[in-house]
């Protein structure tokens, strides 16, 4: 018989803006009141793998680009921690970014699932609950870079080597350059000035040996990266 009164997801939320993780912690409060509890909040690395260990939740809400080695390195790091054998968490990434090699990569890393900030309050909740039951969720465009990506389609390798030679910051502004994103608008989704937008985007046109936003769109678009 099924529990009448079954305890509540718990959940960490890991994301390096401040003000991201208060939004997503007051949509679950209201939306999934009495369904998700969330235990803490962590902004780089270090911070995500001590409170996992501290709390033990069920469910990792993560994001893919962090202080100290992202996402996957969270993931790597508690999977080598003693102190987390004895209750691993389910990892569900929550990112800005949609790109192939980020989905790819992260599920790889070990994640149950991958959706985009764009979700909203319900469909979050119930990626969290699908996830802690043991679904694989996605977003449904992400689905297919997972299965290219394992069908052997997309050459991973490659675009890796493209990209390693960006900071993790300098793929974000890539992306959102290329998507045609203002610098302005660059500046306010990542919460940086426009003169760092202007920086990281000189850097990137000369790491990949571009010269304009349009040669960069074209570039990201052949790497299935948009």
Known sequence: MADPNPRPVRVVIVDDHAMF??????????????????????????????AVIAHQPDVVLLDVHLPGG?????????????ASASGSPK???????????????????????YVTKTITGPELVSAIGRVAGGDAVFSPRLAGFVLDAFAGSID???????????TEREREVMRLIARGYAYKEVAKELFISIKTVETH???????????????????ANDRRLL
């Open 156 to 166: 991973v390798a490659a675009v890796d080597e493209d990209l390693d030679r960006l």
């Open 70 to 82: 992202g996402g996957v390195e969270v993931m790597r790091k508690l999977s080598l921690s003693p």
């Open 91 to 113: 990892f569900l990434a929550l990112s800005v970014s949609d790109a192939a090699e980020d989905v790819i990569g992260t599920i790889r890393g070990g994640a149950r699932g």
């Open 21 to 50: 993780r208060s939004g997503v912690r007051a949509e679950l409060a209201s939306v999934g009141a009495g369904v998700i509890e969330v235990l803490a909040e962590a902004a780089d690395v270090d911070e995500a793998i001590a």
């Open 201 to 219: 985007m000189s850097s990137v046109l000369r790491k990949l040996q571009l010269s304009s936003r349009h040669e960069l769109t074209r570039w």
